[in-house]
């Protein structure tokens, strides 16, 4: 089993900047892409910006330009940058991460951040 525990949520005030960090453990596996997604209440989690392990980045049109993802991969960690930040940034933040682990594939997400963007 993969997991993936993640941390740098909270508080933050329009136009402020907020650093997700996502670090990935466990044994024999290896990550082909790591992501973030993004959930509100009553809507479906979407896709906010991945990373797959050569360095190829996506990111959903909202975000561009404001948000960064960048990968550590000697860390198995995954970084979400997030300036400008926007009220309609509020959610709770998942990290996803997708590979090999022995024989099989895996795909794990973690407990999930808040991020609320509020003055």
């Known amino acids: 089993q993969v997991q993936l525990v993640e941390s740098g949520g909270g508080l933050v005030q329009p136009g402020g900047s907020l650093r997700l960090s996502c670090a990935a453990s466990g044994s024999s596996f290896s990550i082909n892409v790591m992501g973030w997604y993004r959930q509100t209440p009553g809507k479906q989690r979407e896709l906010v910006a991945a990373?797959?392990?050569?360095?190829?980045?996506t990111y959903i049109d909202s975000v561009k330009g404001r948000f960064t993802i960048s990968r550590d991969n000697a860390k198995n960690t995954v970084y979400l940058q997030m300036n400008s930040l926007k009220p309609e940034d509020t959610a709770v933040y998942y990290c996803n991460a997708y590979g090999v682990r022995g024989l099989s594939t895996y795909n794990s997400w973690g407990q999930g951040t808040q991020v609320t963007v509020s003055s």
């Open positions: 990373m797959t392990s050569d360095g190829t980045t």
